[in-house]
């Protein structure tokens, strides 16, 4: 079975632009979510959705908005981008949202903002 | 309050030694998963183990092993025959409830195998 993958892997963006990110969860996940990893922040919570509608939000302002499509890819978007928004974008794909449904993670989007 | 407390930034450990990393949730729920990943430089999380808050016994996965004590809120991971393959941040993560709660992780510990 294929693992959850990520496009692009690398990006490189200027202040001001907007990305979109990509995730294919592993077939038969309807659970995606996503986070940001910093090397100061740590691992933080973006988002998670379930069957097309987003079940938990972090804390993060409006510029970071994701989807999920019926076939469960979802996306993930940045609008306006800062200096700040350079990190590793981990996606994680699970079969349900019970506390025993783990989660498997992608291979991450490493977005720079210069 | 933090769902997840890993209090150990850095560990060091022997090769072939056992080495136990350190984590504490705090819930009050009834029902929640508890989970560890390890993350090599690379940059992939890599899913290492789960045990539930009703298992009584403690999750093993070859080298690895939960060590589970419920009332204490301890979940801390004991990897046992350190390889150096086993050099990789490691987080420790929970899941309350039933349905539809995020993950929560902690800040991870850095561990590095010494040859």
């Known amino acids: 079975k294929a693992g959850v993958t990520q496009t692009p892997r690398y990006l490189i963006k200027t202040r001001g632009q907007q990305v979109t990110l990509s995730c294919s969860p592993i077939s038969g996940h309807r659970s995606v979510s996503w986070y940001q990893q910093t090397p100061g922040q740590g691992l933080q919570f973006l988002f998670e959705y379930f069957s097309e509608t987003q079940r938990n939000k972090g804390n993060f302002p409006g510029r970071f908005s994701g989807r999920q499509f019926s076939n469960s890819r979802s996306e993930m978007n940045v609008s306006t981008l800062e200096l700040g928004d350079s990190a590793l974008y981990l996606c994680?794909?699970?079969?349900?949202?019970?506390?025993?449904?783990?989660?498997?993670f992608g291979p991450g989007t490493r977005l720079t903002v210069l | 309050a933090q769902k997840i407390t890993q209090t150990q930034p850095g560990m060091f450990v022997q090769e072939k030694e056992a080495v136990t990393l350190d984590c504490t949730y705090d819930t009050s729920d009834q029902s929640y998963g508890l989970f560890w990943y390890k993350q090599p430089s690379s940059g992939e999380m890599i899913f290492l183990i789960y045990?539930?808050?009703?298992?009584?016994q403690n999750a093993t996965e070859g080298r690895y092993s939960l060590n589970f004590q419920k009332a204490r809120k301890s979940a801390n991971l004991v990897i046992s025959a350190s390889q150096l393959g086993d050099s990789a941040m490691y987080f420790c993560a929970m899941r309350e409830g039933d349905t539809g709660n995020q993950f929560y992780f902690g800040t991870g510990t850095s561990l590095t195998v010494i040859p």
């Open positions: 045990q539930g808050s009703y298992d009584e």
């Open positions: 994680a794909s699970s079969y349900g949202t019970i506390s025993y449904n783990e989660q498997f």
